[in-house]
């Protein structure tokens, strides 16, 4: 078995692609009915989180990992996120995608450093999802603001994120 910080690792990513998931499927929801032409483009990026989280699971379900116990609230805390940003707007969703992708790439940095050293396995499972998570922090900043107005919206969804983190990492 894998050591505890590494399984440690992979069940909180593991959760916050659920979370992810979460947030994109209450935006295209809402993008159906008020941003039609925005529904293709959260279609792909929840079709990646969706590959995201199984690359995760099938790490966890091979190397005998038990899932995160707070998996409900990655999942509330997500289609929340999700829901009321696009409530708020286009540019929400992306000043939302932005703040998420951003915080969850500064994540795996320091994750990446900690498993190259320690599982082969782990580290390429996080590797394999990072060139997307690259790509939906282009989108979110190509397509967002960086207006004050949303500034309360980027402080929201990074202190949201963090905290799931931080609890995940502890349960
Ligand atoms: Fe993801
Ligand atoms: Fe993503």
Redesign the pocket.
């Known amino acids: 078995m894998p050591i505890k910080e590494v399984q440690r690792i992979i069940r909180v990513d593991h959760a916050g692609e659920r979370g ?1 998931i979460c947030i994109y499927r209450a935006q295209r929801f809402i993008a159906r009915l008020l941003y039609k032409d925005l529904v293709k483009q959260l279609d792909e ?1 929840l079709a ?2 969706k590959q ?1 989280c199984d690359t995760f699971n099938t790490w966890l379900r091979v190397n005998n990992v038990r899932h995160c116990y707070a998996l409900w609230l990655w999942s509330l805390g997500g289609y929340l996120l999700g829901g009321v940003t696009a409530l708020m707007g286009k540019k929400a969703i992306w000043v939302c ?1 932005q703040a ?2 951003s915080t ?1 790439l500064h994540h795996l940095e320091r994750q990446l450093a900690y498993l190259e050293v320690h599982d082969q396995s782990a580290f390429q499972a996080v590797m394999s ?1 990072k060139k ?2 690259e790509e ?2 282009n989108f979110g900043i190509e397509l967002g603001s960086n207006s004050i107005l949303y500034l309360p919206i980027r402080l929201v969804v990074k202190s949201s994120t963090k905290f799931a983190i931080w609890l995940s990492t502890r349960l």
Request: net charge negative; aromatic share 0%; hydrophobic share 45%.
């Open positions: 992810a990026m990646h989180e995201h995608t998420v992708e969850v999802i997307d998570e939906h922090l």
